[in-house]
Protein backbone atom coordinates (compact mmCIF):
# COMPACT_ATOMS: atom_id res chain seq x y z
CA UNK A 1 0.00 0.00 0.00
CA UNK A 2 1.57 3.19 -1.08
CA UNK A 3 1.68 5.96 1.63
CA UNK A 4 0.11 9.20 0.98
CA UNK A 5 1.75 12.81 1.56
CA UNK A 6 0.15 14.10 4.59
CA UNK A 7 -0.43 18.03 4.06
CA UNK A 8 -0.06 19.54 7.33
CA UNK A 9 2.57 21.37 9.26
CA UNK A 10 3.36 19.59 12.30
CA UNK A 11 3.66 21.22 15.37
CA UNK A 12 4.65 20.44 18.92
CA UNK A 13 2.65 21.55 21.75
CA UNK A 14 4.56 24.72 22.56
CA UNK A 15 3.58 25.26 19.05
CA UNK A 16 0.28 25.16 19.29
CA UNK A 17 -0.11 27.02 22.40
CA UNK A 18 2.09 29.90 20.81
CA UNK A 19 -0.49 29.54 17.77
CA UNK A 20 -3.70 29.75 20.20
CA UNK A 21 -2.01 32.63 21.85
CA UNK A 22 -1.42 34.81 18.27
CA UNK A 23 -4.88 34.03 17.56
CA UNK A 24 -6.33 35.16 20.42
CA UNK A 25 -4.21 37.98 20.63
CA UNK A 26 -5.77 38.97 17.25
CA UNK A 27 -3.18 37.19 14.86
CA UNK A 28 -0.65 39.67 15.62
CA UNK A 29 1.31 40.17 18.60
CA UNK A 30 4.77 40.91 19.69
CA UNK A 31 7.08 38.18 21.91
CA UNK A 32 6.21 39.91 25.46
CA UNK A 33 2.39 39.55 24.38
CA UNK A 34 2.99 35.89 23.38
CA UNK A 35 4.58 34.85 26.36
CA UNK A 36 2.20 37.33 28.34
CA UNK A 37 -0.83 35.73 26.94
CA UNK A 38 0.98 31.91 27.15
CA UNK A 39 1.41 32.22 31.15
CA UNK A 40 -2.38 33.35 31.46
CA UNK A 41 -3.74 30.93 29.41
CA UNK A 42 -1.56 27.81 30.05
CA UNK A 43 0.51 28.94 33.07
CA UNK A 44 3.70 28.56 30.56
CA UNK A 45 6.47 30.20 30.69
CA UNK A 46 9.07 30.31 27.80
CA UNK A 47 12.37 32.50 28.14
CA UNK A 48 12.61 35.07 24.97
CA UNK A 49 15.06 33.47 23.84
CA UNK A 50 13.01 29.89 23.38
CA UNK A 51 10.29 32.19 22.42
CA UNK A 52 12.33 33.28 19.87
CA UNK A 53 13.54 30.46 18.78
CA UNK A 54 9.99 28.58 18.49
CA UNK A 55 8.74 31.63 16.13
CA UNK A 56 11.50 31.30 13.69
CA UNK A 57 10.58 27.27 13.84
CA UNK A 58 7.21 28.32 12.53
CA UNK A 59 8.22 31.19 9.94
CA UNK A 60 10.62 28.47 8.28
CA UNK A 61 7.07 26.47 8.58
CA UNK A 62 5.48 28.95 6.79
CA UNK A 63 2.33 29.50 9.49
CA UNK A 64 4.35 32.96 10.86
CA UNK A 65 5.57 35.77 9.34
CA UNK A 66 7.67 38.71 11.20
CA UNK A 67 6.76 42.38 10.46
CA UNK A 68 8.10 45.52 11.28
CA UNK A 69 9.86 46.51 14.92
CA UNK A 70 7.40 48.42 17.15
CA UNK A 71 9.01 49.92 20.02
CA UNK A 72 11.79 47.49 21.12
CA UNK A 73 9.94 43.92 19.70
CA UNK A 74 8.91 42.70 16.59
CA UNK A 75 5.69 42.05 15.27
CA UNK A 76 4.87 38.77 14.63
CA UNK A 77 1.87 37.62 12.27
CA UNK A 78 -0.12 34.03 11.45
CA UNK A 79 -0.25 33.44 7.96
CA UNK A 80 -3.09 30.92 8.90
CA UNK A 81 -6.25 31.07 10.45
CA UNK A 82 -7.50 28.65 13.56
CA UNK A 83 -10.06 27.73 11.95
CA UNK A 84 -7.80 26.52 8.14
CA UNK A 85 -5.29 24.89 10.60
CA UNK A 86 -8.33 23.03 12.75
CA UNK A 87 -9.80 22.06 8.87
CA UNK A 88 -6.19 20.38 8.09
CA UNK A 89 -5.45 18.72 11.08
CA UNK A 90 -8.43 16.88 11.32
CA UNK A 91 -8.71 16.27 7.70
CA UNK A 92 -4.90 15.25 8.62
CA UNK A 93 -6.46 12.96 11.43
CA UNK A 94 -9.17 11.73 9.72
CA UNK A 95 -6.95 10.56 6.97
CA UNK A 96 -4.05 9.02 8.47
CA UNK A 97 -5.37 8.11 12.20
CA UNK A 98 -8.75 6.87 10.68
CA UNK A 99 -8.03 6.05 7.29
CA UNK A 100 -10.38 8.06 5.95
CA UNK A 101 -13.50 7.35 7.93
CA UNK A 102 -15.50 10.16 8.90
CA UNK A 103 -17.82 8.02 10.68
CA UNK A 104 -15.13 6.61 12.75
CA UNK A 105 -13.68 9.94 13.76
CA UNK A 106 -17.74 11.37 14.99
CA UNK A 107 -17.79 7.93 16.90
CA UNK A 108 -14.65 8.36 18.31
CA UNK A 109 -15.86 11.92 19.52
CA UNK A 110 -18.54 10.36 20.63
CA UNK A 111 -17.09 7.82 23.50
CA UNK A 112 -16.03 11.53 24.99
CA UNK A 113 -17.86 13.28 27.28
CA UNK A 114 -20.04 15.23 25.07
CA UNK A 115 -22.43 17.70 26.62
CA UNK A 116 -26.61 18.08 25.67
CA UNK A 117 -25.60 21.24 23.88
CA UNK A 118 -22.96 20.12 21.74
CA UNK A 119 -24.97 17.17 21.20
CA UNK A 120 -27.66 19.09 19.56
CA UNK A 121 -25.12 21.14 17.42
CA UNK A 122 -23.53 18.07 15.77
CA UNK A 123 -27.22 17.14 15.03
CA UNK A 124 -27.67 20.52 13.22
CA UNK A 125 -24.33 20.45 11.57
CA UNK A 126 -25.72 16.66 10.43
CA UNK A 127 -29.22 17.51 9.28
CA UNK A 128 -27.36 20.65 7.22
CA UNK A 129 -25.00 18.37 5.71
CA UNK A 130 -27.83 15.77 4.49
CA UNK A 131 -30.06 18.47 2.81
CA UNK A 132 -26.99 20.09 1.28
CA UNK A 133 -25.99 16.72 -0.39
CA UNK A 134 -29.74 15.76 -1.82
CA UNK A 135 -29.69 19.81 -3.69
Not at 52 to 76: C, P, Q, W
Not at 108 to 122: C, G, N, Q, R
Request: hydrophobic residues 40%.
Amino acid sequence: MARKRIEQVDLGIRQKMIMKCLWRLGGEATIPAISERMKEDYDSVLTGQAMNTMLLLMMDKGIVRRGERKSHAFMYYATITEEEYRDKEVARMCSFTFDGSASDVVASLLKTDVSKEELKKIRALLRNAKNTETE
